[in-house]
């Protein structure tokens, strides 16, 4: 069975998380992109491939301003499928505009998000 959202594949050929490291570009002004940057913990909705899932960005800087590239780290709600060097897109929900777009270069091991709250995620117990 097939529906929204869902890849297909070789078994094994697809990484399924909710924790990456990715490499993040903010769009300027100019670009359509914001006028302010964002700050480390931000969260709003990552759009890749056929889904899409509201994430906290994790940023190496504590603030990234319009046409600047930083890494982070995203964590999702939900696992979602993942490649490294697949792109994606964070928009504005209130504009619904394209903020910002990035690079997955890491999949990380999944965290547990308690109560819908991805400032309170913790990784699994093995």
Known sequence: ??????????IGAVHVTNQIKTELYLLSQEENGRKIGIRSGF????????WD??????IAQELLMPGEHAPATVTLMRNMPFKVGIPFTLRDGGT????????????LEPVTVEKYN?????HHDD
């Open 1 to 10: 069975m097939k529906g929204l959202g869902m890849w297909m594949g070789h």
């Open 43 to 50: 969260t709003d909705k990552l759009f890749c491939s056929t």
């Open 53 to 58: 899932q509201v994430a906290r960005f994790e």
């Open 96 to 107: 619904k505009q394209t903020i910002a777009r990035g690079i997955v270069s890491e999949l």
């Open 118 to 122: 991805l400032k309170k995620a913790t």
